[in-house]
């Protein structure tokens, strides 16, 4: 029997998961789970990628504890941070979190170069602050002239396991540097940075194997003897993997977690005037696809809401005092930078509703309801976007991820944009990691019959839309708060 194991890094925790087939059933179980954030120091924000790597060690010797001898290996990260590497091998720096204030003000400079409409056209992706193509015209340049290798932290993680060095297409599309018509890096964007194309390693496709891990590595610390695939490192490419769709259905979905993506899976990219307008972008996916969406703030507020209370609600509490709350009664524009990256989530979302006179939220079931009803506004507004840039309506939208545990949003989601949503899988981006080891690894043929395989190995729930009372009222009122913003 074939041994999978899943390393799934998101921005606040990551994760081991170890997967085997059983007949037509997939089974799926947590065998390492760890916390991960960024720090702050001397003046920025970084990621600890060697605490990272260590966890990731520590958790494939708790996988050899528990019998498993050899075994595939993927791993999935977010998307557009990156490492430099000196022609050693070594890192040069500290890894930069997308959060850093260093970007503000960096596209409006970088585009006195070029034009946003241009570097659209080339690349197809949105325009946020935190792209790599900014977070590299901002680094200091005799450093970037010194680093022999910019690879991004998933390809950086790879490196560190098996010696080679590669960049995944579905994560290197993210940092708005690869070219659409060419499907390479764009060599203007490249000049304008001051940057040559040897700088970055060969594109590699999901499904290819990089080989096993370093010999030295799993004797020095005990490890499986693994192969490693690489799987769609961009967390968000690996959860549209596992979606479970119907056949001939029209779907949209959005991956929930920290972030909220929320878009479609097309064939050819969509990187017209209208679609820039509307912020929308075009990254890659698995097997020749692309991930036309638009990236919502998330459960980030949430989750900063929870850490100013000193964690003292777990998650599903915090939607139980939401759900005894007013609805609509104050809502925020989620995706206003404002809420990127405050000092206060809770002082920003408060001074936000002080500055447009709505009821100022006090009490924590407040603040989380304006949040819930906030995030279900925007999706509705982006799935409203979403159809008219498809030229056709959505049957039904999945939201997977650990945001599908949330009945209260998705109830709201469904309330709100008038459509049946289906929510689950929560573990989509490492059973979509996993999926495509199996297809690598030719236990399962297609990702049609992957897809298949989740929907009949794990638990999905439907909530069908429920009549809100004087919905155009909070509609009208939404939409001059955003105009506001």
Known sequence: MKNYIAIDIGAS?????????????????????????????????????????????????????????????????????????????????????????????????FHAKISREEVYARTGIQELPFNTLYQLYVHD?????????????????????SGRKVNEVTNASTMQ??????????????????LRRDQFSELIEPGQSLGMIRPELARQYDLPLCELVVVPTHDTASAVVSIPVQEGQSWAYISSGTWSLLGAEVAEPINHRAAMEANYTNEWGAFGTYRFLKNIMGLWMIQEVRRESDNA???????????????????????????????SMIAEIQSFCKETRQPVPLQMGEITRCVFDSLALTYFDALRELEGLLGRAVEVLHIVGGGSNNELLCQLTANVIGKTVQAGPSEATALGNIAVQMISSQEVES???????ITRSFSLKVFEPEPICNLDQVLERWEKLVSHS
């Open 141 to 161: 340049r005799n450093q970037l002239c010194e680093a022999d290798k910019i690879m991004l932290v998933p390809d950086y993680l790879y490196y560190r396991l």
């Open 13 to 109: 925790s990551g994760r081991l998961l170890h997967a085997q087939l059983y007949g037509e059933q997939l089974a799926l179980k947590e065998i390492h789970r760890f916390a991960n954030s960024f720090h702050h120091r001397h003046g920025h924000d970084y990621w600890d990628v060697d605490h990272i790597f260590a966890e990731i060690v520590k958790g494939l010797q708790k996988a050899k504890r528990l019998g498993i001898e050899s075994c595939y290996l993927g791993l999935d990260t977010w998307a557009v941070d990156y490492v430099l590497l000196d022609q050693k091998g070594d890192r040069l720096e500290e890894v930069y979190a997308y959060r850093d204030k260093r970007t503000e003000g960096a596209p409006e400079k």
């Open 447 to 453: 990702i049609r019959a992957a897809r298949e395989l």
């Open 177 to 194: 540097m690869l070219n659409l018509r060419t499907r390479e890096f764009d060599e203007e964007l490249l000049k304008l940075l001051s």
């Open 313 to 343: 609600y777990s998650f599903s509490e915090l939607a139980e005092l939401a759900a005894a709350e007013i609805p609509f009664l104050s809502l925020i524009p989620c995706n206003d930078s404002r809420f990127l990256n405050p000092k």
